[in-house]
């Protein structure tokens, strides 16, 4: 493996996204949760921008960084438990072992399969007019209206439960 800025950049970025998962997983401070989930959403937004996809970078950070993360922040910080202590998990050593299992499984298939093997073509110019057009498309293939409006109301839904509970 050749070792250039952009390998360098796809490390941390990757560092910034488990990293941040990890402590969202982790910890028992919500708050704190919170700001780990802000770092792995950054760390995702800087793999959109190494994959050449700048668009869905500022979607990443826009609305799941800027929008929902801030959102879960100010809901957290209104309720009246804001750090509460559950009581332990006696399945997190069970847990631990599938996760990790799992992991090791992707991560050797993901090598076996793409180990030395690199994108052949470039980003096409028009990538961001076709990815407008496969949005707003109804028909076709690339028909992304109706998973885009579920999202949509998925979000908002989420956003009125979070006003129920703050108000509570």
């Known amino acids: 493996m050749v070792i250039t800025p952009v390998t360098i950049a796809f490390f941390i970025m990757a560092a910034f996204t488990l990293g941040g998962s990890l402590g969202v997983v982790t910890n028992r401070n919500l708050f ?9 959403l950054f760390g995702a937004a800087g793999l959109f921008v190494l994959l050449e ?3 869905l970078a500022a979607v990443q950070v826009l ?4 929008a929902i993360s801030v959102l879960i922040a100010i809901t957290i910080m209104v309720t009246r438990r804001i750090m509460g202590v559950e009581s332990a998990n006696r399945q997190w ?6 996760g990790l299992l799992l992991a090791a499984t992707l991560g050797f298939v993901i ?3 793409f180990a030395g093997k690199f994108p052949v073509a470039g980003v096409p110019d028009d990538s961001l007019t076709r990815l407008g057009m496969a949005l707003v498309s109804y028909e076709g293939m690339e028909a992304y209206l109706v998973p885009f409006e579920v999202a949509s109301v ?4 989420a956003m009125i439960g979070a006003i129920v509970v703050a108000r509570k």
């Open 111 to 113: 090598m076996d399969r």
């Open 63 to 66: 609305i799941y960084v800027g």
């Open 53 to 55: 996809a700048p668009f």
């Open 32 to 40: 704190h949760a919170a700001l780990y989930l802000i770092l792995a």
């Open 93 to 98: 050593p069970l847990s631990a072992l599938v």
């Open 154 to 157: 998925l979000l908002l839904a």
